[in-house]
């Protein structure tokens, strides 16, 4: 993962603990080391342009909250991947996340009880 989404990961996170948030609030949050104000801010603004965030504005603030739950944006991010380095493979995805060890045998099982339901919707 390049560090652009990792960033924006961190960022969104913060916005779902805290609800809202000023930009020096999330500047707050973020560890060390932390980015130049005007960095974040742009990364801030970023997330608006892509429909993650939208703000309130109280005179010359701007107070940011996600317009996107955790979920939704998972299921995107998740999609992207997919698209972006598996050729829009579902299958592809699996096969490399079972060979680099990082899906355990119940989650094998659990993925083919949700294919086993998803062919036969029938047999709950």
């Known amino acids: 993962m390049n560090e652009l989404n990792h960033n924006e ?3 969104m996170g913060i916005f779902w603990k805290l609800e809202s948030a000023l930009v020096r609030d999330i500047l707050e949050e973020l560890p060390e080391p932390k980015p130049p104000y005007t ?3 742009s990364s801030i603004r970023l997330l ?4 993650y965030l ?15 739950s955790q979920a939704e944006y998972s299921k995107k991010s998740i999609n992207r991947i997919v698209k972006n380095f598996f050729e829009g493979s579902v299958s ?7 060979k680099e060890k990082n899906i355990s045998e119940d989650e094998i099982q659990d993925l083919q009880k949700l ?9 709950k």
């Open 39 to 41: 960095t974040l801010a």
């Open 92 to 98: 592809n995805f699996l096969s490399f996340m079972v």
């Open 9 to 11: 990961e961190l960022i």
């Open 54 to 68: 939208s703000h309130k504005t109280y005179g010359t603030t701007h107070l940011f909250f996600p317009v996107i």
């Open 48 to 51: 608006e342009k892509k429909g």
């Open 115 to 123: 294919i086993d339901d998803y062919e036969n919707p029938d047999k």
